[in-house]
């Protein structure tokens, strides 16, 4: 269940995130798109900031849907610095994450970025990635790629820096996010394209699942704001979709439960057949074995399951729940 955030604080993110929403606005007729679009960006609005408020969103769906969650939060330029481990106090990373701390300093360097974000997931998890859910990396950008020999794409074509090159492949299964914040517009368009090349190489190289992620190109300058916040809010829909089911004993007692992490679809290829398999809404229970009976049975993934009750319906069900746990 871990997810690990990282942002990209070099000096590019320090830019307006719409540079012309004030004076396009303030041309505009109050009922056209440019005036309604510029009132849902803020003027002064750094990519920085746009970044953290698509994190801290993030942050707040896993503070209410994803309680059992560990987040690590990782800013790089050109150093690393990790700012709160795998924990699941997100009252804390969201502080941190706010902070003046976390601002632009100069150039990204994805090199150093993949050797420390690398380690930290295989230090703390190691043996308990795959049965504890996979890792979910969350990556924001502008879009900047560095610069020299040290650029991501110099580094892409091998042979440069042998501590890159040792990254690939990940030693852990999961699914990278990359969100890319650069403003739309024909001179922004080239920084897309190179970024989108180069970050899908990453994944296509770290043997994760993932996509690459931007705005659109025909958003208007002052809606930069805006897009992004929809690109964050694709991210929770497809990565933290919650499960929602019924714990059924007999034919009287149910309760709502939500499993976490989340199950996924289960698949394997065999010789002479493809084997899938799917977590169903409806969870029965058929018995009850003693621990010693169980032992440690091979398991493909292990789930926690909470009670998904609303406060109105507490005294009705979370009763039944709870005599589940005692018995």
């Known amino acids: 269940m871990p997810t690990l955030l990282l942002l990209d604080c070099s000096l590019s993110m320090m830019r307006l995130a719409s540079?012309?929403?004030?004076?396009?606005?303030?041309?505009?007729?109050?009922?056209s798109p440019a005036a309604a679009a510029s009132e849902d960006s803020s003027p002064g609005l750094t990519l920085m900031d746009v970044a953290k408020r698509g994190m801290d969103r993030l942050l707040s769906h896993l503070e209410t849907s994803y309680r059992m969650e560990h987040v690590s939060l990782l800013c790089y330029s050109s150093d690393i610095t990790l700012y709160t481990?795998?924990?699941?106090?997100?009252?804390?990373?969201?502080?941190?994450?706010?902070?003046?701390?976390?601002?632009?300093?100069?150039t990204a360097n994805a090199a150093r970025m993949l050797r420390g974000a690398i380690p930290l997931v295989s230090e703390q998890w190691g043996a308990a990635i795959g049965a504890s859910g996979d890792v979910k990396i969350v990556l924001v950008t502008d879009g900047g790629l560095g610069h020299g020999q040290f650029s991501l794409p110099s580094l892409l074509r091998g042979g440069v820096n042998a501590d890159f090159d040792a990254c690939f492949p990940f030693p852990f299964n999961g699914q990278i996010s990359v969100l890319c914040l650069a403003q739309p517009g024909p001179e922004r368009g080239a920084t897309v394209a190179a970024a989108k090349e180069a970050y899908e190489k990453v994944i296509e190289r770290s043997g994760l699942q993932g996509r690459f992620l931007s705005i659109p190109p025909d958003t208007p300058s002052q809606s930069t704001a805006v897009a992004a916040d929809k690109l964050f809010a694709e991210v929770i829909s497809e990565q933290y979709r919650e499960y929602t089911g019924t714990l059924r004993l007999?034919?009287?007692?149910?309760?709502?439960?939500?499993?976490?992490?989340?199950p996924t679809p289960y698949k394997k290829t065999k010789d002479f057949e493809?084997?899938?398999?799917?977590?169903?809404?409806?969870?029965?229970?058929?018995?009850?074995?003693?621990?010693?009976?169980?032992?440690?049975p091979p398991v493909l993934s292990r789930h926690l399951v909470l009670p998904a009750v609303k406060a109105t319906e507490e005294e009705n069900r979370y009763g039944f729940f709870h005599l589940l746990i005692w018995l």
């Open 19 to 31: 540079p012309t929403s004030t004076s396009l606005s303030s041309n505009a007729p109050p009922e």
């Open 85 to 106: 481990p795998f924990q699941r106090d997100v009252a804390d990373i969201r502080q941190r994450l706010n902070s003046s701390q976390v601002e632009g300093a100069d």
């Open 250 to 262: 007999g034919n009287e007692m149910s309760s709502p439960i939500t499993l976490c992490p989340p």
């Open 274 to 296: 493809v084997v899938e398999a799917t977590v169903l809404p409806a969870i029965d229970v058929v018995g009850f074995l003693g621990i010693a009976e169980v032992a440690s």
